[in-house]
């Protein structure tokens, strides 16, 4: 007994743990003799005798066999008698009908359930059988007025119609290789523009004809067809809303007052027609309704919200389509409003298709469109699968604003653009979007009156720099260099201008279209559109042009000619007897001169931000707070939107004008933090330098130009700097308790740095001290230091800074200068007044302008060459991430080859040894 118990108790827990998965089987793919049993979820043979049903889910009886049906999947069946018994028409009872056999054509069969006998009996005139042959019917209307029975000749007989006159017009119009066209064009014509028939029906088939003929339809017979229907036929309905341009009479037909609030739905209805013509009602237009692609039902109905560009796209397979669209339905389309009496309107909304555009018949807008079409793809007979299925691949809803004032444009259009696929299995690219337009007429005008303007500025810019570059550079005449320089200014001034002109466009469109609370008047440029194809144009001529503005700078930088004059006098008696035509050995230390020339390379690329930090900034306002949201299509400001909430495409002007407005805002946020609260409370490098040569006893002279340049004077004011830390320190001290004379340049001045525009007479004889100096650093690449070259090397070092020493020092009386500081309008136009032609002018620069031979002096120009690089590249890909990265690579790749060429220009002019610069 416990034995069997312990057995049961396994044998239910090996149940319980068995796989108690099924197979997947769904009713259309069980076998044609099985049928699908619901409670299995499985195939199951059908008994003999029995064939599956319709819908697969039961065994019904065959032929000749009465059904008991007891509500079981497996029908009872009893086969009939043959020779003299039939099964009556409810498949329930054997009748007794000797001559049964004989019906068919003209005869009936009558039953008589109460005999359970049936007889054959022939119809009376003007009757015909029903289609289960069980009582004669009148024949149609058209047999009995055309031949008064019915019969009717096969040359009279057009789709099942019988017609007196089956004349139609002469035409040479292609019609589609179609079963459907085959059995209904003709007949609808007939019985369309027949005014004895009047049939409705026809004529909403002749008109669905038309226009399913999609490739065909200008040239096509239907088309023919239809416009040979008399004009006095009350039931044509039209195809065309007008015969010309729409824009010349639609939208002025459209009702005046429309206005739409911000997030407000659009009410849209549309009627419906089967492929036959029968009217099947009106319909709420939602989100499905003209959508192919599957979503949520809240992703669907975001395209009607009024004022947010939707666009929607997906593959689908052509015999899923066909699946959702056994047959075509066609829509007329309808805008729902109330007019100013609160009375409830609909207004057509006209039917652009595009196909029709291809084939010649310009902006015609038709009433009617349809989304899927495989019915008239059938050839030879209708239960043929179809051999080409029409679709609509791109459907858009287009909204012109304002919708209160409508002008030549209609307020509403749907431009529908068809396609036909061969293949079943083919998948298809289909496109839903709702897109809004306005006249931007007004604004392209302001943009090209912008670009004239700030163009015209541009060039008078570029000519005032070029003509102080000569001015500066001592050129009498005007050369093919000067030429060059006027482009290389005239590339940085157009490219302010373009900047200015798209930023300006961006922030523009970000107020005006974000900004909107109530009605919304104004929306962007369409994608695609000659407003965004010029703005995209415009701030990728301004990046180009930045570019070359940027690499004129670097060239003009890294070619710069700079000295460092050391002031320091030797200590003591002369070492040693200087050998024959060589320097005398001087005690003076290089190395104040080699430290001074790498504090000079180390700020060569220092910047007034931290470009790393500025990427990061802008990465996380964009992507980690979401402000880059702001820049879809839609009036929404949500930095976050749910995953349940449409997004809208793009807009490449929104984008530019955020990124930019947060590459300038965080720009000028470090600039504002370096500059104005690091440099001036912890450490300013610039000012530093300047320190630092004082100390060191070193001065710089530099000349970005020929005869233009800057001077930084570092002449210790304790006559010299090689000494111990104790002398420094009281010298310092000093320094601080105004015990000794003011560092400036001129006596009882601190000026320390000064913009120098040099005489043509001191240029010559700084170029011939300079020219051995420059032969022999480009031949000598780390030569012994007792060769010839490195003496006559050492030679032209010394006697340059002899030369510098004494000119400012105004031992040359035919080279004298004189310091001043310059006029207001000198320093807004960067440009002297004054010729240096007998004489050089030493300017008082407290704003350190020698740092425009650095990095640091041309912020501005790399600020914008980054944000308009990551711009472009964000153009490009629309992803802010990828342009910060190659951004960031750009901006490295720029800075080492500046450092790089820089390094050797001045270990070739200052003759510090290029191994000696860390």
Not at 576 to 593: F, Y
Request: proline content about 4%.
């Amino acid at each position: 007994m416990l034995g069997a118990l312990i057995l049961a108790l396994a044998a239910l827990c090996a149940g319980q743990s068995a796989d108690l998965s099924l197979p997947f089987v769904q009713p259309q793919s069980c076998p044609s003799s099985h049928y699908y049993d619901v409670s299995a979820l499985k195939c199951s043979a059908c008994p003999p005798h029995l064939r599956r049903s319709a819908d697969g889910l039961r065994c019904i009886c065959k032929v000749g066999y009465t059904m008991v049906d007891t509500g079981s999947p497996t029908a009872e069946c009893n086969l009939c008698n043959q020779d003299n018994q039939v099964v009556s028409v409810d498949g329930r009872l054997c009748l007794t009908c000797p001559n049964c056999k004989q019906c068919g054509g003209s005869l009936v069969q009558v039953e008589n359930l109460a005999l359970r006998t049936a007889s054959c009996q022939a119809c009376a005139n003007q009757t015909v059988p029903n289609a289960l042959g069980n009582m004669c019917v009148p024949c149609h209307e058209t047999f009995i007025w055309t031949t008064n029975s019915c019969t009717c000749p096969s040359n009279n007989l057009r789709g099942g119609l019988c017609f007196e006159n089956t004349r139609i017009p002469a035409s040479s119009g292609s019609m589609p290789d179609s079963i459907w066209y085959e059995m209904h064009l003709q007949a609808s014509y007939l019985a369309c523009a027949n005014t004895q028939y009047s049939n409705q029906t026809a004529c909403q088939l002749l008109t669905n004809l038309v226009l399913l003929d999609v490739n065909g339809l200008v040239s096509g017979e239907a088309l023919i067809l239809y416009r040979n229907v008399p004009a006095m036929t009350n039931y044509l309905p039209k195809l065309f809303y007008v015969d010309t341009n729409i824009a010349a009479s639609l939208g002025q037909t459209a009702p005046k007052g429309l206005s739409f609030q911000k997030d407000s739905q659009i009410v849209l209805k549309i009627v419906k027609y089967d492929a036959r013509g029968n009217f099947l009602g009106w319909e709420d237009v939602r989100g499905g309704t003209l959508q192919l692609c599957p979503d949520t039902q809240t992703l669907l109905d975001a395209a009607y919200k009024f004022g947010s560009f939707y666009a929607q796209s997906c593959t689908i397979r052509v015999s899923d389509l066909l699946q959702r669209f056994p047959e075509p339905v066609l829509y007329e389309l309808f805008l729902h409003y109330k007019d100013n009496q609160g009375q409830s309107k609909v207004w057509p909304v006209p039917v652009r298709s595009l196909n029709l555009d291809r084939n010649g018949l310009g902006a015609g807008a038709v009433r009617r469109f349809f989304l899927v079409d495989g019915l008239t793809g059938r050839k030879g007979s209708l239960s043929n699968p179809p051999s080409s299925v029409s679709y609509a691949k791109d459907l858009v809803l287009r909204t012109y604003l304002p919708t209160g004032s409508p002008t030549s444009e209609p307020p509403f259009l749907l431009t529908v653009r068809y396609a036909q696929a061969q293949d079943l299995q083919e998948q298809a690219q289909v496109t839903f979007g709702v897109q809004y337009e306005m006249n931007q007429a007004a604004h392209k005008r302001d943009t090209d009156i912008a670009l004239g303007v700030l163009g015209s500025l541009a060039v008078f810019t570029a000519m005032l720099e070029t003509s102080s570059w000569r001015r500066r550079s001592g050129l009498e005449f005007i050369d093919v260099v000067t030429i060059v320089k006027y482009l290389a200014y005239f590339a940085g001034a157009l490219s302010n201008t373009f900047f200015l002109v798209t930023y300006g466009t961006g922030v523009y469109w970000l107020i005006a279209y974000k900004g909107q609370q109530s009605t919304v008047e104004i929306t962007l440029p369409p994608a695609g559109s000659e407003i965004e194809t010029g703005f995209i144009i415009y701030v990728s001529c301004a990046f180009a042009l930045k570019a070359l503005q940027l690499i004129h700078i670097m060239m003009v930088q890294m070619t710069v000619s700079i000295f460092l004059i050391d002031w320091e006098k030797p200590k003591g008696r002369q070492l040693s007897k200087p050998a024959e035509n060589k320097p005398s050995p001087s005690s003076v230390s290089i190395w104040r001169t080699y430290f001074i020339a790498n504090e000079w390379n180390e700020i060569q690329t220092k910047r007034k931000i931290n470009p790393i930090l500025q990427l990061i900034l802008i990465l996380l306002l964009l992507e980690v707070i979401g402000i880059k949201n702001i820049a879809r299509r839609d009036l929404n400001l949500n930095l976050h939107p749910g995953s349940d909430v449409n997004l809208a495409p793009w807009s490449p002007i929104l984008r530019y004008g955020i990124s930019i407005s947060m590459w300038l805002a965080v720009g000028l946020a470090q600039t504002f933090f370096f500059v104005g609260i690091c440099e001036r409370f912890v450490e300013d490098k610039i000012k530093q330098f300047v320190d630092l040569c004082s100390l060191s006893n070193v001065s710089v002279f530099i000349l970005l130009h020929r005869c233009y340049g800057f001077y930084i004077h570092g002449r210790s004011v304790h006559g010299q700097a090689d000494i111990g830390m104790e002398t420094m320190y009281l010298n310092l001290k000093k320094e601080e308790e105004n015990l000794c004379a003011m560092r400036g340049l001129e006596p009882n001045t601190e000026v320390q740095t000064f913009e120098v525009l040099l005489s043509n007479k001191v240029r010559q004889q700084y170029d011939r001290i300079l020219s051995p100096l420059n032969e022999v650093a480009r031949r000598n690449h780390g030569g012994h230091v007792d060769s010839p070259t490195m003496q006559q090397n050492l030679k032209a070092y010394f006697t340059m800074n002899k030369f510098l020493s004494s000119f400012l020092e105004h031992a040359y009386k035919d080279m004298d200068y004189i310091v001043r500081e310059k006029l207001f309008l000198e320093r807004i136009l960067d440009f002297e007044f004054q010729r240096s032609d007998d004489r050089s002018f030493f300017y008082n620069d407290e704003r350190m302008l020698f740092s425009n031979v650095l990095y640091y002096g041309h912020e501005l120009v790399l600020l914008l060459f980054d944000a308009l690089l990551f711009s472009v590249v964000d153009l490009g890909t629309q992803d802010f991430v990828l342009a910060a990265i190659i951004t960031y690579l750009l901006q490295k790749i720029l800075e080492t080859v500046r450092e790089a060429i820089s390094r050797r220009n001045l270990a070739t002019k200052t003759l510090v040894d290029e191994r000696f610069l860390i």
